[in-house]
């Protein structure tokens, strides 16, 4: 049986995991161009190689700095960038970080 990799990663206060199945790449952004949206994570959209995705910060909260995006595909199969402020790295075990997209949990977003 294949275990699941995750990337963990810090997003503010929350300890988050992406399966590694899903995550694109790890860019560097300052661009964001800001939406009107109810949603709380929402916070703007970013060019990420002439596709547009959306900016998702895990734990709602303000950007303060956009210097770290996860790029990953999403349940409707659109492009978000998760707001990291720390990269944690790869593992076989996710631990108490929330799960925001695994293999069979796609974050509808």
Do not use: T, W
Not at 7 to 36: K, M, P, Q, T
Not at 71 to 98: K, S, W
């Amino acid at each position: 049986m294949q275990s699941s990799r995750y990337l963990l990663f810090r997003s503010g206060s929350e300890s988050c995991a992406l399966a590694l199945s899903c995550v694109r790449e790890i860019a560097r952004h300052s661009v964001l161009a800001s939406v009107d949206s109810n949603a709380e994570f929402d916070r703007g959209r970013v060019n990420a190689r002439g596709e547009i995705a959306k900016v998702i910060v895990p734990g709602g909260g303000e950007i303060e700095n956009l210097a770290i995006c996860i790029l990953a595909e999403l349940e409707d199969g659109r492009l978000g960038a998760f707001v990291a402020d720390e990269i944690q790295g790869v593992h076989e075990d996710r631990g108490n970080a929330r799960l925001l997209i695994g293999e069979r949990n796609r974050f509808a977003a």
